[in-house]
């Protein structure tokens, strides 16, 4: 191997490639952040990774996209870690404040997953407040530390605390990303996608949309589950529950469970957290099996179940 390959070797190494990512958006914000923090220090199809960035151990921003209905609907996907020991009895306190906050006793290292950089720093806060004794582990104050983030980012200030430098800028509430991307970002005044609104609803003392999914299903941002308009057959809820999505031999997630542009070809269809679960060459292995054993690309008449192996 010449010089001239061992730099092009390491060229291609400094560039992340997100082509394989099923989600734009996350793709997108580590796009973002590497302009701050770099290449990142590890990365996959499914995952970059930062180590010792902006106060936190790590930074890990994932191709997920997990809407989240507390305390105002969102999507998950960025990760964020420091290391703290936790008491066995107040993680479990911790837990009832949100699925957000992530524990590891062995590591003693506590985790945040949300939508930026900025509300996983607001989780981390609270709890090292409430590892420390200086606020109760409770849902409501968590809640109402996230929705005063919102407010403030909303009127045009910066959350800041003393641990976190905050070095990309995410709190800001000038910053360039989040304008260039408002539209694809949940601010708690629109509903996200495949939703429409139905007037308002009162969450946690604010005003926010009553979001209805166009199939007749609304979305309780409040307990985080489905709920299902009376009348619905009962293997229609729970395929609506699931969140099916389809898939082709490509392996890359396209959307809902239905026919997709005739370019698509016919589709596999499976449970959203199954589908995630396959991983890319999963998925690629099950929708390929599908087209071998129902090759029929216009075929009418009952559908033929392929199982996925």
């Known amino acids: 191997m010449n010089l001239r390959q061992l ?33 990142p220090d590890e990365a ?14 790590r930074i890990v921003s994932r191709d997920e996209y997990i809407l989240h209905g507390s305390p105002a609907p969102h999507y998950d996907f960025i990760y964020c870690y420091i290391d703290l020991e936790v008491d066995e009895d107040m993680s479990d306190e911790l837990a009832k404040c949100s699925g957000s906050i992530l524990i590891d006793h062995l590591k003693n290292e506590v985790g945040a997953r949300c939508g930026s950089l900025t509300a996983n720093a607001v989780t981390l806060d609270f709890v090292l407040d409430a590892v420390a004794g200086r606020v ?3 849902k409501e104050e968590y809640e109402k530390r996230i929705l005063n983030m919102r407010e403030m ?13 905050d070095q990309s800028g995410d709190a800001d509430p000038d910053n360039p990303f989040y ?12 509903c996200w996608k495949g939703y429409e609104r139905k007037g308002m609803k009162t ?30 057959d009962e293997n ?28 698509e070809g016919k589709p596999k269809c499976l449970p959203r957290s199954k589908a995630h679960a396959l991983g890319k060459k999963g998925r690629k ?21 392929v199982k996925t192996k």
């Open 179 to 190: 304008k260039e991307h408002e539209e694809e970002i949940d601010e708690g005044t629109r």
């Open 285 to 305: 292995k099950a929708a390929s099996r599908k087209r071998r054993k129902d090759p029929g690309k216009n075929r009418r008449g009952k559908a033929i179940n």
């Open 7 to 39: 730099i092009n070797i390491i060229d291609e190494a400094d560039n992340t490639s997100y082509e394989a990512w099923d989600h734009s958006y996350p793709a997108e914000y580590s796009k973002h952040l590497e302009k701050t923090f770099g290449a």
């Open 236 to 263: 229609l809820k729970k395929w609506f529950k699931d969140k099916w999505v389809r898939f082709g031999p490509d392996g890359k997630i396209r959307g809902d469970c239905a026919r997709g542009s005739s370019k």
């Open 44 to 57: 996959t199809d499914e995952q970059v990774v930062w180590h010792n960035k902006d106060g936190f151990k």
């Open 136 to 138: 109760e582990p409770v």
């Open 153 to 165: 980012f909303e009127n045009g200030k910066r959350y800041e605390n003393d641990w976190w430098e």
């Open 203 to 232: 969450m946690f003392g604010k005003r926010v949309p009553n979001c209805v999914k166009k199939e007749d299903v609304d979305y309780c941002v409040n307990c985080g589950e489905l709920v299902f308009a009376e009348g619905l």
